[in-house]
């Protein structure tokens, strides 16, 4: 494990600084190093360590929203709360319409099984998007109509949307009922995580200011209450819904609303921590890539990504009818909402695992998805933000 280690964070770092050199953004090496080490191709990474892939890729997200929370003023979020509520839902929806649509002609894949790959490419990914968003806040950029706060918001809850869909229709593909009380429990569970990781945060905030310590422990501390929020969540929501991942971002909300000395203290720290948890989270991602799967469907399942992610960016644009927003800004938003690369890689592979007769097809699409998205949407992030954002703070 440690020669593995020692090669993603050589082979990482490496690739990373050689896309920024030609003005690319480094985590296209990263996921270019994961699917060179990974076990579809030099097979270099340890068994051992892909076995515990997904709990250290949700390690790199908690780090992510984390920071996430540590930079959302509340009172930022009242004033734009509704285009960020909608963003939270609508693209999504937009997008799995039109696949829902067109990928049974294009793909002659049934209905029921269209909407499972609408609900596997809708997902924006967290993971590109938030550490953006965090610099583009930092820098100023947007500020006036809190730009990257609606994106950061509405990202952040659209994850969760779409995996309780995606449940929901592989229920129903495996011949059971769709279980209503999962759309039922999606309002009870954003109020639940919130208010949880509020209280959570004040306690800490309660203690951090009677307790002295340094803040490399305060963030430890954070981090550990943050690991068992998220290990505890299967177990909790048996007794009630319950969100960890929004509880983890209220965490940060609460601290930088209740003491935002501290919080601006430990936004440093997180970030540096971040840079090795971004390495190991793309690697990750790049890791489960099979560029094998891809050899019959490539070009099909591309027309129906493309045709999927414009639906998506005129559902972003429905959510900011009425804003004072510039076209400018409005167009800024669409292209920041095209990244995916978490939650693809996460559930792509589940419909082949579970024996579905499109499963192929899906998995093949959730790669794709990933290598064009990830890579295109940050790359438009980087390149736009001059030219359609203003610095104005």
Not at 220 to 226: N, P, Q, R, Y
Not at 261 to 270: D, G, H, M, P, V
Request: with cysteine; net charge positive; proline share 4%.
């Amino acid at each position: 494990m440690l020669v593995s280690l020692a090669l993603m964070l050589l082979v990482g770092f490496g690739l990373s600084g050689l896309f920024k050199l030609i003005k690319l953004p480094g985590l296209i090496g990263m996921i270019l190093a994961g699917i060179l080490l990974g076990p579809h191709m030099f097979n270099l990474i340890s068994p051992s360590l892909l076995n515990i892939a997904s709990e250290l890729r949700q390690i790199a997200l908690l780090v992510i929203l984390l920071r996430a929370g540590l930079s959302l003023d509340i009172q930022d979020l009242i004033k734009i709360g509704r285009p960020a509520l909608l963003m939270s839902f609508l693209p999504a929806l937009f997008e799995m319409g039109m696949i829902i649509l067109i990928a049974p002609i294009i793909l002659n894949i049934s209905i029921l099984d269209a909407a499972i790959l609408g609900a596997v490419l809708a997902a924006v990914s967290p993971a590109v998007v938030v550490p953006r968003m965090i610099h583009l806040i930092q820098e100023g950029y947007g500020h006036k109509h809190r730009i990257p706060q609606i994106i950061m918001a509405g990202a952040s809850l659209d994850d969760i949307f779409v995996i309780i869909l995606f449940t929901s229709f592989v229920s129903l593909r495996q011949g059971q009922a769709i279980d209503f009380s999962l759309f039922l429990s999606l309002p009870i569970s954003i109020l639940t995580g919130i208010g949880l990781g509020f209280l959570i945060g004040w306690i800490f905030v309660s203690v951090f200011k009677r307790i002295h310590m340094r803040d490399t422990i305060k963030v430890l501390l954070i981090l550990s209450i943050s690991f068992l929020l998220l290990g505890l969540e299967h177990q909790i929501t048996n007794y009630f819904p319950y969100s960890a991942l929004l509880s983890v971002i209220s965490i940060g909300l609460s601290i930088l609303y209740f003491y935002p000395k501290l919080a601006n203290r430990i936004t440093s720290k997180f970030s540096k921590i971040w840079v090795a948890s971004e390495v190991f989270l793309f690697i990750l991602v790049g890791a489960v890539v099979d560029l094998s799967s891809l050899q019959s469907y490539a070009w099909l399942i591309a027309l129906v990504l493309v045709l999927g992610l414009i639906s998506r960016i005129i559902g972003v644009q429905m959510c900011l009818v009425k804003s004072n927003l510039t076209p400018k800004e409005r167009l800024f938003t669409g292209v920041a909402y095209i990244p995916k690369a978490t939650v693809q890689a996460a559930i792509g592979s589940i419909p082949f695992s579970l024996g579905f007769s499109s499963g192929n097809i899906i998995l093949a699409a959730a790669v794709l998805a990933i290598l064009i998205t990830a890579p295109l949407g940050a790359f438009g992030i980087d390149v736009l933000t001059n030219k359609l954002l203003v610095k104005d703070r």
